[in-house]
């Protein structure tokens, strides 16, 4: 995993958190808000897998 992959991930947690507390006092600000930290999490992260995926791309290349 590289960096992208884990502060991807760790937005895409800490948005489903906000979501919810949005949802539990009923602050659609915070609900939208949450979701769209997801959003940028998933996207932080999808960078990431295709950073990782060229990287193994270029060793496996190397390596022949």
Not at 25 to 31: A, K, L, N
Not at 36 to 59: L, Y
Request: without cysteine.
């Amino acid at each position: 995993m590289n960096t992208n992959q884990i502060k991807g991930t760790g937005k895409d947690i800490a948005g489903k958190v906000q979501e919810q507390v949005g949802n539990a006092t009923g602050d659609t600000t915070q609900q939208v808000k949450g979701v769209a930290k997801q959003v940028e999490g998933k996207v932080q992260k999808g960078v990431g897998n295709v950073q990782d995926a060229a990287n193994n791309a270029a060793r496996d290349t190397n390596d022949r």
